[in-house]
């Protein structure tokens, strides 16, 4: 157990609809992560969040937003769904580069599917 | 920028036998790189990583890897395979200077172990 949790684990929708998948960190860690994992792509970057504020950008689609809150659980807003979104979607956490060397402990994962 | 290259998507051994999985890095600063390893229907579990404070890092599960910076490879070995080491493994480089801790993975290494 990663001490990372992601909810739900499993998500089935329809293309056009809207969905939010929750990640809350391990203790102590002000910073999450999220990834997208799929057959085509692998594992890619999305976006990370520290402590409230937006760290970090990859390649993630403008339909896609992201938050994190005070208490710094991490939400991933995915709008406009398409075929092409059914994917697992990776929250990880960390500390910080100047406290850490660096590793992330991932959660295990919501998988999207798209019909 | 960052990146790792994994030679093999697929790699099957015998129990018993040995395991090599390949990772090469590229890295304009020095690197911190990881193995990670999944399990079906699971998240990503660190193995091992390296940060510079030596260069044969030992992790879980008896695997290990050697940095060698003349060759920008950072291999995982286990001499004896097991049937429960079946996975894939996905190497990885911290990217995106010291602000992040933000991985970048390769492609991954899908493992088999036969009886």
């Known amino acids: 157990d990663s001490g990372v949790t992601q909810t739900p684990k499993h998500l089935i929708t329809a293309t056009g609809q809207r969905v939010t998948l929750r990640c809350s960190p391990r203790s102590g860690d002000l910073s999450v992560y999220w990834y997208q994992q799929s057959l085509d792509q692998g594992l890619q970057f999305l976006i990370q969040?520290?402590?409230?504020?937006?760290?970090a950008k990859g390649n993630i689609l403008e339909r896609f937003s992201a938050q994190q809150f005070p208490d710094l659980h991490s939400e991933l807003n995915l709008s406009s769904l398409e075929l092409g979104d059914s994917a697992l979607y990776f929250c990880?956490?960390?500390?910080?580069?100047?406290?850490?060397?660096?590793?992330?402990?991932f959660g295990e994962g919501s998988r999207l599917t798209v019909l | 920028a960052q990146s790792v290259t994994q030679l093999g998507s697929h790699v099957s051994v015998s129990e018993g036998a040995l395991v090599l999985l390949r990772c090469n890095y590229s890295?304009?600063?020095?690197?911190?790189l990881f193995w990670y390893v999944q399990y079906p229907n699971q998240g990503l579990q660190l193995l091992l990583k390296?940060?510079?404070?030596?260069?044969l890092v030992k992790g879980i599960n008896g695997f290990e890897a050697e940095f060698k910076k003349s060759e920008t490879s950072f291999h995982l070995t286990k001499p004896s395979a097991h049937m429960s080491d079946a996975a894939e493994y996905f190497c990885?480089?911290?990217?995106?200077?010291?602000?992040?801790?933000?991985?970048?993975f390769g492609t991954g290494t899908l493992l088999a172990v036969q009886p």
């Open positions: 990885a480089v911290r990217g995106g200077g010291g602000a992040t801790n933000k991985l970048i």
């Open positions: 990880a956490s960390s500390v910080e580069p100047t406290s850490g060397t660096g590793e992330l402990f």
């Open positions: 390296y940060t510079s404070a030596a260069t």
């Open positions: 969040y520290y402590n409230g504020e937006e760290r």
């Open positions: 890295s304009s600063v020095p690197p911190y």
